[in-house]
């Protein structure tokens, strides 16, 4: 089985690593600074270790793209790259004590999406029908339709966001009313804060898998997991089983505290599933948790089992020499 | 020889690595925010690109350590660890449109200089005598003796900074009248800024070489060199030589451009010399250059050449897969 140097990168959180049909693997994540989002490419996951990025889109100076550029995703739709990430108007809480993200898209119609800024477009935030702090999206494609899966607050409900699910009439408008897939209800999902975010997914086995992060972003946080049959209706939440223990959390004994917010991708022999995620190495944390820089990237393979599920094991040690 | 993959570590610039007792690689750099100062170790060089960092200290709210920490170096003197940094009060230009940055110290007396910020006592200003823009200070020994070299303007001279030297009667204290070793006076020590800065220096074949950067950090960021022999004064300014023409500039074939900022250690083999030094891959760039954080740390071995000058050939290009 493939190994990899962990940590991956340094200092990138919310890592989002895809593999495209040029042979490359692209990676994005959030930057420490949270002031831009940024591409690198390699032919190899080691090679991201080492590969120079650019910069591809920077923060507004006002406005409601002007703070806290989180969690970017890249994807490949129709031909065209789209990221999706959260921003805010500013760095204060609202009355509530939560941050005041929405979500927005940009897209890029050339073929390698590094070239330059100037061909990235801003498509606006993607509305949802619920004005309230949002996170965290993803998107993937089943029966040729394009399905929309993010975190974000409902005021009726405690804590700070839930997991959503809907349809897109293209990637960056809805078509269908957001159906609630998960909301935080068990004990490891309400440390410190209670969440559902980061949500990523994986099809396999006849399944979806969507994994997702829980509790606060410290030694806490920790991976839960829902899965779906792949042959029924995906926004029916009734369809969903929802796991009551978490699949990934920190191991204490090798100093790997909080991961989460992970991706899927696979290894350079194609066949080899890869899980990306960021983990600190420390839980004592002075200042401002956000500006803690030391949230890492980290790769690992991880099986399956004979019920079909993913075997995610736990946070490997770091092996750099 | 060995090879290494470049860029070994992305989006740290003014790269310092020091090879310690203990069989550790020290790395300490600019960081991108420029808002605190880390430390990263390994076994090996190409360990860094992977090793966990710790803050050690961080920039103040206010006052004259808040604003630009810049290119600090950790020095191992007399049993205790010391850290040079440049830091202004301000990101505000003065009259002259410089920056405004002082030189300052702080002291560590554990043995491993990473365990803590706690640990790290601030031992303030190093005084010069002249209060103006300085930066890039470095230190050595020459028989039992400890040196201060570093960048400082003069008003009286043309330019950003020129290049001094002074006997410290303790890391924090000189106890010499600083002289000045080397002015921008060349056409490539002034493309779009007279400016000598960042010095380091190695012991060889008799003599010490002083490497240094010159000229505005773009693509026409070069190092230029000077020397002296052993067996004289090194506060003579007349004992020293320059050269002429740059040791190291950018390789516009290879898209590395400005390479600079530079300091020495040595491989894993105990023997090849190695220079360490950051370098762009693009000369378009966007906003303030200061903060395009894509100044990324090289290393590359380098070799002697028979008349006891060092060859440090040009810069590799990046091999990552």
Redesign the interface.
Known sequence: MATY???????RADPFIYKHTDGYYYFTAS???YNLIEI?R???L??L???????IW?KHDTGPMSQLIWAPELHHIDGKWFIYFAAAETTDLDANGMFQHRMFCIECDTADPMVS?DNWVERGQVQTGLDSFCLDATCFEKDGELYYLWAQKDPEIKGNSNLYLAKMQNPWTLKTKPVMLSKPEFSWEGKGFWVNEGPAIIHRNGRYFVTYSASATDENYAMGMLSVPDNVDLLDPSNWSKSKTPVFSSDLTTHQYGPGHNSFTVAEDGQTDIMVYHCR??TEI??DPLY???R?TKVQPFTWRADGTPDFGKPVP?N??
């Open positions: 140097i962990n940590p991956l990168i340094i200092q930057v420490p600074a690198r390699a032919k190899t080691a090679g270790a080492h590969a120079a990025p650019r910069t920077r800024e190495d420390y002075k200042g803690d820089p030391n890492h770091y750099y020499d």
